[in-house]
């Protein structure tokens, strides 16, 4: 196999910068020669998400609107990791503030990369083995999310049945459910 080579980046100029989305045009030089002056890179924040089981075995799964589709969709609990924060931090955060929910046992489970081609970010999933009720959802003025215990099997034929729409949740699941009936 022959080595597959990284690109020139000859310049670089900012067309957006906002707390959630920063957008930049590369121009780039290929390893052939070709000049390529408009290569769009988006920068975001890293993400996590989390599996979160109960005590009692149950998943938690979220449901929320999601503009860009305009759909309502099952979701696993997740969010942005804020400058400086670990992602275990960031996932813990998240749990408490979207469910209410906090404790368990806690494990990193896979980091994948959004879209390596366009976007900056990872996406680190967690597993969180035995969490609890112990608050109200704290949620920011856009967030309108309602929160489900569901039994782990109901959650895979969501799952098989297409419920899930957000890939970066639904890799992970497919993975888990993998895992727990391969073992």
């Known amino acids: 196999m022959e080595d597959i080579k990284k690109w020139t980046l000859l310049d670089s100029e ?107 970010n990872v996406s680190h999933t967690f597993i969180a083995e035995g969490v609890e009720h112990t608050s109200t959802q704290h949620l920011e003025n856009t967030e309108d999310i309602a929160v489900y215990e569901k039994p782990v099997d109901e959650v895979f034929q969501l799952l098989s049945d297409g419920e899930f729409h957000q890939a970066l949740m639904a890799a992970p699941l497919w993975r888990y459910f993998h895992e727990l009936h391969c073992k």
């Open 14 to 120: 900012y067309l957006i910068r906002r707390p959630w989305l920063t957008a930049r045009r590369d121009h780039l030089r290929l390893p052939d020669g070709t000049d390529m002056p408009d290569y769009y890179v988006l920068e975001y924040p890293d993400w996590i998400n989390i599996i979160a089981i109960t005590k009692d075995g149950n998943m938690l799964l979220e449901r929320q609107y999601r503009h860009a589709r305009q759909l309502v969709a099952y979701e696993l609990p997740a969010g942005v990791v804020e400058n400086g924060e670990e992602p275990v931090e960031a996932a813990k955060r998240e749990l408490f503030e979207e469910t209410g929910y906090t404790g368990g046992e806690w494990r990193h489970f896979m980091t994948m990369c959004p879209n390596p081609g366009a976007c900056t």
